[in-house]
């Protein structure tokens, strides 16, 4: 268990008082000044009624997890139909489906949560009987508010921030995928990157996306261009809706290369730090750190594989999470291609994080006391939630 939950009660506070930039500073003060030198450990879960079966994609996958340690996420039953969950920090697990999901079990569908707040208000996606999908977030007393984007046939939120401000990605009536904000009080705004495509995933264009939003409303996301080479950006959204594109230097400028990748999450903090992976020239993997004035630092991690589609991140959907206090969590391919999670401390150091018995570790988020959640698969093929927790 968490014992020190500082700095989630003060960016709470400072919320409810409309203080969040005086709040982050005194976060980071906690953060600091409770460091130990204890060693981590890793707790392992499963969610009541998750499948077993071998080699079919059945367990428990934790997704998110936020200031108090809070984990949330989702699990696929027996019959691959996927159901959500909230995991405290004392370990109590409450599962639940949202409202309109299709939980026939000839179907495979359900609902997925893919963020969690300090509030406990979390926000996720699901299929209905026509297999269209659909936002929606869960207050912390359970209460539902399913959404879509405007004019759109499937809906993804991805962040949910301490407002309730919701982001995420959304394909219109023209199956062209676009970044979405949703905010508190219900009202949207959409848009693309600079000359970003505007095709299908069948066409070879993924589009734009956000990714993460903070407390002051900045926006994290990734857009593909409009050369035809699947080339890969990432961007900066300021509250007043600037945007800034960016890519790392070293990124690469050939197909499917450069900075992002379709689905993989960019980490952003209060303070406007941005975290993710890039591709080279020769589409090999590597981490890196954007500071709030622009300026980057690239890392790889220890065991990372040097062949293409290998190395610090991958080629699509891994997320990569950043804290207050400046250390990331991200997964890694090895030379054999097996996934690994790493967490990349403040000063640099990196080590790997895998659960005991994985054959694949994906490491989903960081809160800002430096635990971490994911999920990890067994010899058997079987899935599981984890929890990395640090000294005490």
């Not at 949560?113 to 926000?123: C, D, R, V």
């Not at 984007?149 to 995928?177: H, K, R, W």
């Amino acid at each position: 268990m968490i014992r020190n939950t500082n700095c989630a009660s003060i960016l709470v506070g400072a919320v409810r008082k409309g203080m969040l930039a005086v709040g982050a500073a005194a976060c980071l003060l906690a953060l600091n000044s409770s460091a130990s030198a204890q060693e981590s450990r890793i707790l392992t879960f499963d969610a009541p009624g998750a499948g077993t079966v071998a080699n079919n994609f059945n367990g428990t996958f934790a997704t998110a997890i936020n200031a108090l340690g809070t984990v949330a996420g989702y699990y696929n039953d027996s019959n691959l139909v996927s159901h959500c969950f909230i995991r405290t920090a004392d370990g109590k697990i409450t599962t639940f489906d949202a409202p309109g999901a299709d939980i026939n079990p000839a179907d495979a569908a359900g609902s997925i949560i893919n963020a969690i707040n300090a509030f406990g208000a979390a926000a996720g996606i699901y299929l209905d009987s026509s297999f269209v999908s659909h936002g929606f977030v869960r207050s912390p007393n359970g209460k539902f508010t399913t959404f879509d984007a405007p004019g759109a046939g499937y809906t993804n939120p991805i962040a949910i921030n301490l407002e309730g401000a919701v982001v995420g990605y959304y394909q219109d009536s023209s199956s062209s995928t676009r970044a979405f904000l949703r905010r508190p009080d219900g009202k949207f705004t959409t848009w693309i990157g600079p000359d970003a495509c505007t095709g299908t995933n069948a066409e070879g264009c993924y589009g734009s996306a956000a990714f993460n939003i903070n407390g002051f409303g900045t926006i994290a996301g990734s857009f593909e261009d409009n050369t035809g080479n699947s080339g890969q950006h990432s961007y900066v959204r300021s509250p007043d809706g600037k945007l800034k594109p960016f890519d790392v230097p070293g990124a690469g400028t050939g197909s499917s290369q450069g900075t992002g990748c379709p689905g993989c999450a960019l980490g952003l903090n209060q303070w406007g730090a941005i975290a993710g992976a890039y591709s080279d020239t020769n589409s090999v993997n590597h981490g890196f750190l954007r500071s709030p004035d622009g300026k980057f630092t690239t890392f790889d991690a220890p065991g990372a594989g040097t062949d293409s589609y290998e190395g610090t991140g991958c080629p699509s959907d891994c997320p990569t999470s950043l804290n207050d206090s400046g250390a990331i969590m991200g997964t890694y391919i090895d030379s054999n291609f097996v996934y690994h999670g790493y967490l990349r401390t403040p000063d640099g150091k990196i080590v790997t994080v895998d659960p005991s018995g994985s054959t694949f570790t994906w490491s989903s988020g960081i809160n800002d006391l430096g635990a971490i959640t994911g999920y990890y698969a067994d010899t058997n093929g079987v899935y599981h939630g984890f929890l990395r927790i640090p000294g005490e």
